[in-house]
């Protein structure tokens, strides 16, 4: 993963899943299905599971498997530990790298060693902790921008982490402790779009890249096809990674990947109705057949 983020490896990386995992069971029956395909596209794109088990909300909700992992309200945050542990190792059991989003530093120390890369979230990136957390982490993390669109607080992030750090934290044992990191070098810049609109396009893309050259900073450019960039449409993320495509095959090098939100069927549904299966309760998903086939056709064009 870090040669393909670092450009020694010429394919895209590939981060696809769930908006949020609620219901293990449907997430490995997405899994296996994610790792039949790999092989299909493992020419041209790296692919990742992303399997979310914290969520960030802009007010109040449902904050994830970690914290809830009955749906009910009753906070069994061992038992949610230890089932996102679980799920992920089983995940990567099945040959397919684990990607996360990182919310609470506390949580990282009991899942960080079965990620494969991780994210820190509009809303997190301007956070010192986060950027301390980062800064100890054995593995890539992207940024993303701040909600407003603005770049500035995912690369003021970037260089912070990149640096040692002495922190509060935990230590091996779950103890209180002083930990002190050796600064990350394998930290990316994730668009994500803001209130503004998208930030996936040919300019904004080479003006995220020269903002980070001037600063003295790898560009190393991911674009989520979701949120702001698909104006929260999810059936609109095949668009926004045909437009990716364009870029890269027009020669757009610092573009080295994408992030897909992806479940088995389309849509949301909400907590309070009667479960449908391997539908998403947080943000709306493209389903699996769609995302089949705009990941087929995407290493397709890549092939040329």
Not at 52 to 74: A, F, I, M, N
Not at 236 to 253: E, F, K, M, W, Y
Request: hydrophobic residues 40%; negative net charge.
């Amino acid at each position: 993963m870090r040669a393909v983020l670092d450009g020694e490896d010429p394919r895209l990386l590939v981060v696809v899943g769930p908006c949020s995992i609620h219901d293990p069971e449907a997430a490995l029956d997405y899994a296996r299905r994610l790792a039949a395909l790999a092989p299909l596209v493992s020419d041209q794109l790296l692919l990742v599971m992303r399997a979310y088990v914290e969520k960030p909300r802009t007010t109040v909700g449902w904050k994830g498997l970690v914290y809830d992992p009955h749906l009910d309200g009753s906070g069994d945050m061992a038992e949610g530990l230890a089932l996102s542990r679980r799920l992920m190792l089983e995940i990567a059991g099945l040959g397919l790298p684990v990607a996360t989003e990182l919310l609470q530093p506390l949580v990282a120390g009991y899942l960080d060693d079965a990620l494969s890369w991780a994210a820190i979230g509009a809303r997190t990136s301007e956070s010192q902790i986060h950027r301390e957390m980062v800064s100890g982490l054995d593995l890539p993390v992207g940024f993303k921008n701040g909600t407003d669109g603005s770049l500035g607080i995912a690369t003021d992030a970037m260089r912070s982490a990149a640096h040692a750090h002495q922190h509060f934290g935990l230590d091996a044992q779950g103890r209180p402790a002083l930990v002190e990191t050796a600064g990350n070098p394998d930290t990316h810049l994730v668009l994500r779009g803001g209130h503004k609109g998208p930030n996936h396009d040919a300019a904004s893309v080479q003006a995220a890249r020269e903002g980070l050259e001037k600063l003295g900073i790898a560009p190393r450019i991911l674009v989520d096809c979701s949120h702001a960039n698909s104006g929260k449409d999810p059936l609109r993320q095949p668009a926004v990674l045909t437009d990716v495509i364009d870029q890269r095959l027009a020669g757009q090098s610092a573009l080295r990947g994408v992030m897909i939100e992806s479940h088995l069927f389309d849509g949301a549904q909400s907590l309070s109705c009667e479960l449908r299966y391997g539908v998403s309760i947080t943000d709306g998903c493209l389903g699996w057949e769609g995302t089949q086939r705009m990941l087929l056709e995407a290493a397709a064009r890549l092939r040329g």
